[in-house]
């Protein structure tokens, strides 16, 4: 009789520890970090990239219905390929974009810029990163749609894609 | 006597400042012993010296500049960057699981032990 018991409390550990492995193998295990959309960006004040002077972002997101925020680098590679998305991406009237230059050489950046046009209607320095953690960023490239109401759509880690080009579009329109 | 008064004034003084330093470092570092390096794989930021980790150093002394108590900090970093950020998870509907299930498994072996021994006594 204890046998029994034992047995049918094993044989329902078994499937418990079985069905956790079976369903958890199809889960991808390479960590992804956690998007959070819809929060509302909080209210920041950054040196402009030209003038090193002080600027309000209340002043930068006041004019259009969408704004893309990109942080970028001279010195990131995946950044000179999402590049011309960026450069078709400033053809649309209802976007603003907004770069971020993220722990960069002043220089660098400018021959950058001079080399593959400048998509950007603002360009805030980022001299130690502070601005980007404090928006929420990993890294370079990171890009983040944002509508009138400041609130964030959309947040893409990494650079912009076919795919994620596309979903901007979409979006925007 | 005014000089030694003086001296002892200064010297007082000098000790509660590098006190109150030390006391902020103490905090900063268990605060950023406490966060994840995101872009890192098993370092915590203060183990990390990657771009990302360099940066929320920067962060989290600012934060704690401005008079921001630990909890505070972390609540910013959550809000940022959800639950993840922090290796020390807190008790809500997601973690509830992971904390409770630990302390069953313990009373629920200890009951087996137990009564292993009552049937042995008898």
């Given at each position: 009789m204890k046998n029994k018991y034992l047995l049918i409390i094993f044989g329902i550990f078994f499937l418990f520890c079985f069905t956790v492995f079976f369903k958890s193998l199809k889960n991808s295990n390479a960590y992804k970090p956690e998007i959070i959309n819809g929060k509302i960006l909080s209210p920041f004040v950054a040196i402009d990239?030209?003038?090193?002077k002080k600027i309000l972002s209340e002043d930068i997101f006041n004019d259009r219905d969408f704004y893309l925020i990109n942080i970028w680098a001279s010195w990131c590679m995946p950044c000179r390929a999402e590049h011309n998305y960026l450069i078709e991406l400033k053809k649309q009237n209802s976007l603003k974009l907004v770069g971020i230059n993220y722990?960069?050489?002043?220089?660098?950046?400018?021959?950058?810029?001079?080399?593959?046009?400048?998509?950007?209607?603002?360009?805030?320095?980022?001299?130690?990163?502070?601005?980007?953690?404090?928006?929420?960023?990993?890294?370079?490239?990171?890009?983040?749609?944002?509508?009138?109401?400041?609130?964030?759509?959309?947040?893409?880690?990494?650079?912009?894609?076919?795919?994620?080009?596309?979903?901007?579009?979409?979006?925007?329109? | 006597m005014k000089i030694i008064k003086f001296t002892l004034i200064i010297f007082i003084f000098l000790n509660n400042i590098s006190f109150s330093d030390e006391k902020n470092i103490l905090l900063e570092n268990k605060i950023l012993k406490n966060i994840r390096c995101l872009i890192c794989q098993g370092q915590s930021v203060y183990d990390s010296q990657s771009d990302f980790a360099e940066s929320m150093k920067l962060v989290v002394r600012e934060k704690l500049d401005l008079g921001m108590s630990e909890k505070d900090v972390y609540i910013f970093l959550k809000n940022q960057y959800g639950d993840w950020i922090l290796y020390d998870p807190e008790f809500n509907n997601k973690t509830y699981f992971l904390w409770v299930f630990p302390i069953l498994i313990f009373f629920i072996g200890g009951g087996i032990i137990l009564k292993k021994f009552v049937v042995l006594k008898k």
């Open positions: 990239f030209y003038s090193n722990k960069d050489q002043i220089e660098n950046a400018k021959r950058f810029l001079n080399e593959f046009e400048n998509p950007y209607s603002k360009i805030l320095k980022d001299k130690n990163g502070t601005l980007s953690i404090k928006l929420g960023a990993y890294g370079v490239p990171e890009t983040f749609i944002i509508n009138k109401k400041k609130k964030i759509i959309k947040k893409i880690i990494g650079p912009i894609n076919e795919k994620t080009y596309n979903e901007i579009l979409k979006i925007i329109k | -």
